[in-house]
């Protein structure tokens, strides 16, 4: 199948169509709650959670022996909260700090998770098969039900953002001051992060707990290049993973032996790429691009001083002067001289220049105008 | 025991020493999730590797793997110094990409390659034992043992020759840098070190082992001493402690021996977060209430200071005014009288000549500045703690 099969198929093919929505609405849900997550500096914080969910998956299974997807994402959840709220104890309780913690609940719980998947392969009932697809994900097992639970959990996700929409934004960029105005800084706190959560388990079906992270930094990290704003930004994260979601599943079903997770996480750090390098804003390229001209004009007005300095000491300002002398000093190029030409700052004959009157007015202004501006 | 469960043992606990050494410094210089980071970005490394070697336990497939891990060192950094993102985003980006590249590889060639990524993550030392080295005719041990162990010679190797540099610049950067060691050339020295760790180890007990061999030991170490000389000889103990105790669980649940000794590295580590004197979580709760106790005490004492008249001073004003509940009046009216700070006469509190020059002495650091005074004070004066 290649990709045009796939885009005429995504409406009519029910399997197809069913992961296509399911990987948007996820990379849609991690886009958004991503944005608070990669804001408030907990961008690792999702990688350790994915990690921690995994015990509670084979916990979940071992307590009521059923693959029921919604048993197992709630024990995934719980085990979750359970290792965010310890990394957070570890971190305001003692000497050690958050790197540590994130990186000793995400490997503990994830060998214990290890240790009791094990476990549950060699028992006699054989109804185990698959719980490892929570290593890597498998979007292929996604079932409409699944893709229902995903929308509603994204809808309630979008109402408490909205209706706490002033309160996680001020959390978000002050809580100091958040806590002055006496809002329950800690409820707010423990909303967001449990949204954080609820998303990342959301996604250990399709994307798999080693992956996940990305799913949660990559869309927002691409956002945040394009906008100042975290509304836009909220946007756009979600529209960027929704899209990854999207082209990752379709590239994915286009080829053999490709598995959708790795595929979505690439898309997303192409879009990452993408924005690194173009966003008109912030973006490596423009920047490249306004510093280049900067120096440019940097090095024009150095030489229009240099000319000026030069011209000051003779009675005539248009006296000619070889172009030679220039070369004492490293602002001049061939370009910077054609330039000042071009301006009517001077005027070139051969291998001679002279100042213009306008250039005059205009260099000894340009130090004026410095000097102002340092004031 | 039989002689492979010894040399599994033995496996183990080297990859634990091995770690443990890498994982002090990269805990103290709060870069634990670095090691996360390498653990998992090798892993394109290791599938380029293994194409051309055909062998997990080539030195030319453990050095481009290594390779690798710093390659993701050196382009986290670079991203960060570009100001687009922190740090932590920057490693969060930068291994789920090269992850998934590796994954992506070893999907797209299935049948070249005999590497499982389920392996990868977590490795398989029950099968160590078999994959065994021969020179000459003659077996001289598994492979891995050997691999883990040139590794962990030359950790030491280098920890004693470089033990002065590491413990400078891990502490006091600027001073390193104006001693003459460059923090930089010791920085690329361990992260190179860590991914050489990494991805001897990971063969043996897999990526995410690695991570917690690297962290748990030195984590729990750090929360028992200050000393790093005891820190480095802590996590090491530990380190071992998790490994053969981890292996003997897996043994009694036939469940996977890299998932056993993270969990017992985890059930250690909760321990001793839970009862390290001083540090843990036990002593700090314990410190923080006596705390909250001895400034209620202060607090009581100023005002006794302040007011002279009678209906002040009564017992019962504690709990209307202060606004305090009878329990906690109760425990500082008890804590005053033990330390003689205080008369009670017909319900009426005064300050006694000690407890008087205990809130003068108080209010003088207190005017200046000089707070954290009143903590060597209270052992002055205190005869019992808060």
Redesign the interface.
């Given at each position: 199948m290649n990709l045009q099969d796939y885009f005429s198929l995504v409406f009519s093919d029910y399997t197809l169509r069913t992961i296509t929505f399911g990987t948007a609405i996820l990379g849609a849900v991690t886009g958004m709650l991503g944005s608070f997550a990669?804001l408030r500096?907990?961008?690792?914080l999702?990688?350790a959670i994915s990690?921690a969910a995994l015990p509670g998956i084979a916990l979940a299974f071992l307590i009521t022996g059923a693959k029921d997807t919604n048993t197992l994402l709630l024990g995934a959840l719980v085990s979750g909260l359970v290792g965010t709220f310890w990394i957070r104890?570890?971190v305001t309780?003692?000497?050690?700090?958050s790197?540590?913690a994130?990186?000793?609940i995400?490997?503990?719980?994830?060998?214990?998770?290890?240790?009791?998947?094990?476990?549950i392969q060699?028992q006699p009932n054989a109804n185990q098969a698959g719980l490892?697809k929570y290593?890597?994900g498998q979007a292929a097992t996604l079932v409409e039900s699944d893709v229902w639970l995903m929308a509603i959990v994204t809808g309630i996700c979008l109402i408490v953002m909205l209706l706490f929409w002033k309160e996680f934004k001020l959390l978000l960029f002050d809580p100091d001051y958040t806590k002055t105005l006496g809002f329950n800084t800690k409820f707010i706190d423990i909303l967001i992060t449990t949204f954080i959560v609820l998303a990342i388990v959301l996604g250990l079906q399709t994307v798999g707990v080693?992956?996940m992270?990305?799913m949660?930094?990559?869309p927002a990290?691409a956002a945040?290049?394009w906008t100042n704003s975290l509304g836009t930004m909220v946007f756009l994260a979600a529209i960027f993973g929704a899209f990854s979601g999207v082209f990752g599943t379709a590239i994915s079903a286009s080829q053999d032996?490709?598995?959708t997770?790795?595929?979505i996480?690439?898309v997303a750090?192409v879009f990452?790429i993408f924005s690194?390098v173009f966003s008109p804003g912030?973006g490596?390229l423009f920047r490249q691009i306004r510093f280049i001209k900067n120096r440019r004009d940097l090095e024009f007005q150095k030489t229009l001083a240099f000319m000026y300095h030069i011209a000051e000491t003779h009675e005539d300002i248009s006296h000619p002067h070889t172009i030679k002398i220039l070369n004492n000093f490293q602002g001049f190029t061939r370009k910077t001289l054609q330039k000042l030409a071009d301006k009517n700052y001077v005027t070139l004959d051969g291998a001679m220049w002279s100042l213009t009157e306008e250039g005059f007015e205009t260099a000894a202004n340009l130090y004026n105008q410095n000097f102002k501006k340092h004031e | 025991m039989s002689n492979a469960q010894l040399e599994i043992q033995l496996i183990a606990s080297l990859v634990a020493v091995a770690c443990a050494i890498p994982g002090t410094f990269l805990?103290l210089r709060?870069?634990?999730?670095i090691?996360?980071a390498i653990s998992?970005s090798i892993l394109p490394g290791l599938v380029v590797g293994f194409f051309i070697t055909q062998d997990l336990n080539s030195p030319l497939l453990i050095l481009l793997a290594a390779l690798t891990g710093v390659i993701t060192v050196i382009l986290v950094e670079r991203?960060q110094k570009?100001g687009?993102?922190?740090e932590?985003?920057a490693?969060?980006?930068v291994f789920?990409?090269m992850?998934?590249?590796g994954?992506?590889m070893i999907?797209?060639n299935?049948n070249d390659i005999h590497l499982d990524?389920?392996a990868v993550?977590?490795g398989e030392l029950a099968f160590a034992p078999f994959d065994r080295l021969t020179i000459g005719g003659t077996d001289i041990g598994p492979k891995s043992l050997w691999v883990i162990g040139i590794i962990l010679l030359a950790t030491v190797a280098l920890l004693i020759a470089f033990f002065k540099e590491l413990k400078v610049s891990t502490f006091d950067p600027g001073l390193s840098a104006s001693l003459g060691f460059s923090p930089v050339v010791i920085h690329y020295g361990l992260m190179t070190m860590s991914s050489i760790t990494t991805v001897g180890a990971f063969d043996a007990v897999g990526a995410?082992?690695v991570?917690?061999l690297?962290?748990?030991p030195?984590?729990c170490a750090?929360?028992l001493t200050t000393d790093l000389k005891k820190m480095l000889g802590l996590a090491i103990f530990f380190g071992v402690f998790g490994a053969i105790s981890g292996y003997w669980v897996?043994h009694w649940?036939?469940?996977?021996i890299?998932?056993?000794?993270?969990?017992m590295?985890?059930v250690v580590?909760f321990l001793v977060?839970l009862f390290?004197p001083s540090?843990?979580?036990i002593a700090?709760?314990y410190r923080e209430k006596r705390q909250r106790i001895e400034v209620s005490l202060l607090t009581f004492l100023l005002h006794l200071k302040n007011h002279s008249e009678e209906e002040e001073r009564h017992v019962n004003h504690l709990n209307e005014h202060i606004n305090w509940q009878k329990v906690k009046s109760k425990t500082v009216l008890d804590l005053a009288l033990k330390n003689n700070m205080i008369l009670i006469n017909n319900k009426i509190v005064s300050l006694t000549k000690k407890g008087d020059e205990f809130t003068s002495q108080a209010i003088d650091y207190i005017i200046t500045n000089e707070d954290t005074q009143i903590e060597d004070m209270k052992k002055h004066f205190f005869l019992f703690r808060g």
């Open positions: 990669v500096k907990q961008s690792l999702g990688d990690h104890g570890i309780k003692t000497h050690l700090k790197d540590t994130l990186g000793l995400l490997s503990l719980f994830f060998g214990f998770g290890m240790l009791l998947l094990t476990f060699k490892d290593l890597f080693v992956l992270s990305a949660l930094l990559a990290a945040r290049q032996n490709l598995s997770g790795p595929v996480v690439i750090s990452v690194f912030r490596l | 805990v709060k870069m634990a999730m090691s996360d998992h991203i570009t687009l993102v922190k932590d985003t490693i969060g980006l789920p990409a992850f998934s590249i994954v992506i999907a797209k299935a990524v389920d993550l977590l995410i082992l991570v917690a690297m962290i748990a030195a984590a750090y929360l897996a649940l036939d469940a996977s890299a998932g056993s000794i993270a969990t590295l985890g580590f977060y390290a540090k843990g979580l700090v709760m």
